[in-house]
């Protein structure tokens, strides 16, 4: 049987980087997707077949509550899944991270508290145990409750301001020396009793660690800290699998960590970051005083009408969505919109900021559901050149990732993050609820440009109203 679950465990591995691979592509990703779950579903049945002919008393209530918390994990995800708007699978995701760094922080204790625990072996086996589940518990614990904070954040439970308490650095610093020098008492415990205590003090300690960490975060460099969240959860299921000497979930653990740790340094990249400011805190925030003094200027509205006779003359234009557009569920409209006016023969493109919305990819997501092409859909760095020639710029529901401030306000919390430069065009129209500011509680300048027009109201009846105008014009 070993053979055979070596040879299952392998498959199921190739089908985890076949998912991988598949995702790294808007037209692959629901086929990487069915990989991943084959690759799972192939995993979990192989796991639940081999304890069931290793174990003696698997008929009796050990059976039953391995197959009832499959059922009901499995069902609770169903309908999790169905049920999730597109507004919320950010926070989804979040919270699907804190239960794999829970995950690991249990096998972890339990393993140490086990019949036949690490604790019982001698020599230098007995220290690599002991680390194993140290690093194990400690990267779960700050996984579990960084992703739940983050969840708020997301959510709206929590503000989207960074917590900057003084001397942060030096805290964290403090913290992760501390759950450094706790791991030479467990190590050294005499027994199971006493090294307990040391293990769950180092607990508390790392799961306070994962609340600083992420509270000292900005709303909006949340995307970031998700996907560095997907990789603090891979590794917590890497070292669950070394703990628990399966060689499937330390592969499995490893591919998601490298994964996310990857698209997190693609993503600071991007916004002129670095990974270490989000490693330990702080990301985008830095110490910083009091914004600079107010923008000053004078907000200009403008009809749907005449936006949309704006568009239907015009030969360029490029729409920017952000978290409004996801909010208002102005996707399919917005396709329809596009449609009509590439009908007109106006070339009409998208341009996506590396964190627009609140999850990498949150945009490209909703924009392939409602069938938007993929070729017209570009990323910041392709397409911001080309702003200057463009004759109208429709912006949907996004705010910080169009603020002129990040480029030219040394103050202002998102400064140095790469923006999409929509002031550049002929016209911009800012499709927004109200002047509130965005995520990151700042305020935006663009809205005051002389060559920016506010079109305020729910951004689905906004489009719905442009595309009923442009219709109308191409019937004319």
Known sequence: MTGVTTIAYLLSGVLFIRSLGGLSKQETAARGNLYGMLGMALAVGVAGITWFLSTESAVGPGLGLLVGSVVVGS????????????????????????????????????????????HEVQGAAHIVAMVEIWVGVAVGALTFTGSIVAWAKLRGTLSGKPLLLPGRHLLNAGIALGIVLLAVPFVSASGPAA????????????????????????????????????????????????????DLLIVTGALVGASGAILSIIMCRAMNRSILNVVFGGFGTGDVKSSSAPATGEVREISADETAARLSMAKNVIIVPGYGMAVARAQNAVEDLTRSLREKGVNVRFAIHPVAGRLPGHMNVLLAEAGVPYDIVQEMEHINHDFATTDVVLVIGANDIVNPGALDDASSPIYGMPVLEVWKSKLVVVLKRGMAAGYAGVDNPLFLLDNTRMLFGDARKSIESLLGAVNAKKAA
């Open 75 to 118: 069902a609770i995800g169903s309908v999790l899944a169905r049920r999730v708007e597109m507004t919320g699978m950010p926070e989804l995701v979040a919270i699907l991270h804190s239960f794999v760094g829970l995950a690991a922080v249990l096998v972890g204790i339990s393993s140490y508290l086990a019949p036949r625990a690490a």
């Open 195 to 246: 090294g307990l205590t040391w293990l769950l003090v180092m607990t508390v300690l790392a799961g306070l660690l994962g609340i600083h960490l992420v509270m000292a975060i900005g709303g909006a460099d949340m995307p970031v800290v998700v996907s560095l969240l997907n990789s603090y959860s891979g590794w917590a299921a890497a070292a669950a699998g070394f703990v628990l000497a399966n």
